[in-house]
């Protein structure tokens, strides 16, 4: 398992229902692919959502979103994660 | 005082060990400015570093980059955190 952090840019902004909305759809749907959406960020202004998952690949993260709510993230990295 | 994600993006990458090391001066320098950098993530090979900071302002959090190691983010966003 590896962790994850994606990153949306959503032209003209974006509002934290729809996030939630769409957070849900991934919580309904990460579990058959093995993958868990651990907590995410939005700017709704500037339409920015970042995601932080821990999932086998990033494949297999992006596939949730696709299947979950068809937006799929603009980039997603391999991290690690420090404080 | 809000939270911010922002995002530095080194052309080459990075080494987990630098970004330890400017982190270190960054809550050395963080005190003066009411400005508390929380967590971050690294994905090396990419040179991305996410940071997220509780600050009164963007401003305040770059400028503690900007004083602890000069080392300015890319890109600075207001967020609201969900899980």
Known sequence: MGLF???HTVEGGVSRDDVAAAH????ATQGAHGVSYLRY???E?????????E????E?????HRE????VADEIYPVSEHS
């Open 24 to 27: 849900e759809k991934d919580l």
């Open 41 to 43: 960020w939005v700017d």
């Open 5 to 7: 952090m994606d990153v």
């Open 60 to 64: 297999a993260a992006n596939t949730v």
């Open 45 to 53: 202004q500037a339409g920015k959502v970042f995601c932080l998952v």
């Open 68 to 71: 979950a709510h068809g937006l």
């Open 55 to 58: 999932a086998p690949s990033a």
